[in-house]
């Protein structure tokens, strides 16, 4: 496709369980960014990734969350434990150069929901 | 990066221009001013950015101050479908590798009346 993709779209899982995200950007990109959206809120940064290597990951909550992006390419975002606070709406966003001069092209998100 | 102030919410009416304002009073000279919009259900879209000359795209317009500690996103004519959360946002040019991250706040809610 044509844009950001991210799957799922939607996530219910129970609290204490294991939960993936992913993320495929526009092909070519080379940063990749994790962003979390609370109800009401605008979206809180997570993680940067520039080609395969994490150069930013300053907004990661805790060591329950991890992404990775292993062929610089597709990402994951893994959420170890899940409590329900980390029930939000997961954005991911890539770009072409950095994002001085450039813009973020985000997709539609994934839904978590932690019971 | 330097914060920017915007109003909680705004209305206007469908077909007529609206003026969408944004402080920026810390502003450093390499900070570029981005705006970026949210419309409900989906993720942030670009809408358009500038340094220090006003701009102008397919999306909008943005006049930036003088001082550049404001700035304005202009729509010349508003639809239904610019209902939507608009943010300002600032971001440092200067080569930092691994400090490239966009800084959202809560943005302006904006209603478009028919």
């Known amino acids: 496709g044509a844009g950001v993709s991210q799957t799922p779209s939607n996530k219910v899982t129970e609290k204490g369980k294991y939960v993936e995200l992913r993320c495929d950007p526009i092909?070519?990109?080379?940063?990749l960014y994790w962003y979390r959206q609370s109800l009401g809120q605008g979206p809180e940064f997570l993680i940067y990734?520039?080609?395969?290597?994490?150069?930013?990951d300053s907004g990661l909550p805790n060591d329950r969350f991890f992404a990775v992006r292993p062929e610089g390419s597709v990402s994951t975002l893994k959420i170890q434990r899940t409590e329900r606070g980390d029930s939000a709406v997961y954005l991911c966003?890539?770009?072409?150069?950095?994002?001085?001069?450039?813009?973020?092209?985000f997709g539609e998100g994934s839904r978590l929901t932690v019971l | 990066d330097a914060k920017t102030t915007q109003p909680n919410s705004m209305e206007s009416n469908e077909e007529e221009p609206v003026h969408l304002p944004c402080n920026h009073s810390?502003?450093?000279?390499?900070?570029?001013i981005h705006w970026y919009r949210q419309l409900p259900s989906q993720g942030p879209e670009y809408v358009i950015h500038?340094?220090?000359s006003n701009v102008n795209n397919r999306m909008a317009s943005l006049a930036i101050a003088e001082d550049r500690k404001s700035s304005t996103l202009i729509l010349h004519r508003a639809t239904l479908r610019d209902a939507a959360v608009y943010y300002c946002?600032?971001?440092?040019?200067?080569?930092?590798?691994?400090?490239?991250?966009?800084?959202f706040g809560t943005g302006t809610r904006l209603t478009i009346i028919p």
């Open positions: 946002i600032l971001r440092d040019s200067r080569s930092n590798f691994g400090n490239e991250k966009l800084t």
């Open positions: 810390t502003i450093s000279g390499t900070d570029y």
């Open positions: 092909s070519g990109h080379t940063a």
């Open positions: 500038g340094l220090t």
């Open positions: 966003a890539s770009s072409l150069i950095p994002v001085r001069g450039g813009e973020l092209f």
């Open positions: 990734f520039q080609g395969t290597g994490a150069a930013d």
